[in-house]
T-cell receptor, first 114, second 112 residues
């Protein structure tokens, strides 16, 4: 059984650029959630995708968008990058959408915006 | 917006010592999860507590959910260097649209 994987591991971008982060969910999982973890903070919920549709969103602006594919893998896209977007981006997959389902986290993508 | 506090923010102890970390809020939770996150990795679920007053044990870790379901604690007995990590609580608030909100965490260092 393959765990949650994310790519790339690290990424450096310039303010104003766009970035795409990728996540492959654990085998059998149909739900992916994305989180932003700033240095010294806990993860903040960005949004969740279930069967290719957005299924809940946190307090993030529209320049944060996502996709989920038929194989349940997912992308997080961030447009017009700002310095404050520098963080560890985590994705988590689960078998269902409710929070009673255990989420399995990937190792994250460390994004630095300069 | 709920105010969620984890304390202490940092904790450094010697191997063999006991410790307790706390997760407090003014809001009532449906349930609460505790995670441990090690450097370079994502959080890993340790336990979910659901019932007010519930106590769960996981080897040397004891988790307690407050009677009013507004707070929780994690007690570690005879800490080991392998317990080092960021301990996060994540309460589930009723009717909040799958929004799992993590606390800022307690960063624990256990020195050999």
């Amino acid at each position: 059984e393959t765990g949650v994987t994310q790519s790339p591991t690290h990424l450096i971008k310039t303010r104003g650029q766009q970035v795409t982060l990728r996540c492959s969910s654990q085998s059998g999982h149909n739900t992916v959630s994305w989180y932003q973890q700033a240095l010294g903070q806990g993860p903040q919920f960005i949004f969740q995708y279930y069967r290719e549709e957005e299924n809940g969103r946190g307090n993030f602006p529209p320049r944060f968008s996502g996709l989920q594919f038929p194989n349940y893998s997912s992308e997080l896209n961030v447009n017009a990058l700002e310095l404050d977007d520098s963080a560890l981006y985590l994705c988590a997959s689960s078998f269902g959408t409710g929070l009673s389902y255990e989420q399995y986290f990937g190792p994250g993508t460390r994004l630095t915006v300069t | 917006t709920q105010l969620l506090e984890q304390s202490p923010q940092f904790l450094s102890i010697q191997e063999g010592e006991n410790l307790t970390v706390y997760c407090n809020s003014s809001s009532v939770f449906s349930s609460l999860q505790w995670y441990r996150q090690e450097p370079g990795e994502g959080p890993v679920l340790l336990v979910t507590v659901v019932t007010g007053g519930e106590v769960k044990k996981l080897k040397r870790l004891t988790f307690q959910f407050g009677d009013a379901r507004k707070d929780s604690s994690l007690h570690i007995t005879a800490a080991q260097p392998g317990d080092t990590g960021l301990y996060l609580c994540a309460p589930v608030v009723p009717n909040n649209n799958n929004d799992m909100r993590f606390g800022a965490g307690t960063r624990l260092t256990v020195k050999p």
